[in-house]
């Protein structure tokens, strides 16, 4: 059972940055890290978690369009890491951020499409 855990999350003010990062563990026999795809969503107060973007199995990278431009994905395979830099954060940033794998090349942009979970990292961002 693959097992993700972020950390990294915490209160900053805005225009600041963070990074947080996921370990992944427990990959499935014969599976390295880089057969995942490895996604962040985050989910604010009283809304539905969203999808904030991916490193693919193929190594390409996908944002959402309100993070492309601040937030950079990068990867470390030999460590099962993938880690989220945030910079430029605005308080509509604050969220609980997650991370999800997949075991495909494809990346869903819906949560249903991840079988893995982080348990989440709280991010807020102050004005």
């Known amino acids: 059972q693959v097992q993700l855990v972020e950390t990294g999350g915490g209160l900053v003010q805005a225009g600041g940055s963070l990074r947080l990062s996921c370990a992944a563990s427990?990959?499935?026999?014969?599976?390295?890290?880089?057969?995942?795809?490895m996604a962040w969503f985050r989910q604010a107060p009283g809304k539905e978690r969203e999808f904030v973007g991916a490193s693919t199995w193929g190594g390409g990278l996908l944002y959402t369009a309100s993070v492309k431009g601040r937030f950079t994905i990068s990867r470390d395979n030999a460590k099962n890491t993938v880690a989220l830099q945030m910079n430029s954060l605005n308080p509509e940033d604050t969220a609980v951020y997650y991370c999800?794998?997949?075991?495909?090349?494809?990346?869903?942009?819906?949560?249903?499409?991840?079988?893995?979970w982080g348990q989440g990292t709280q991010v807020t961002v102050s004005s």
């Open positions: 999800a794998a997949v075991n495909t090349i494809v990346v869903p942009r819906t949560t249903t499409g991840y079988p893995y």
């Open positions: 427990g990959l499935a026999s014969g599976l390295t890290f880089s057969r995942y795809s």
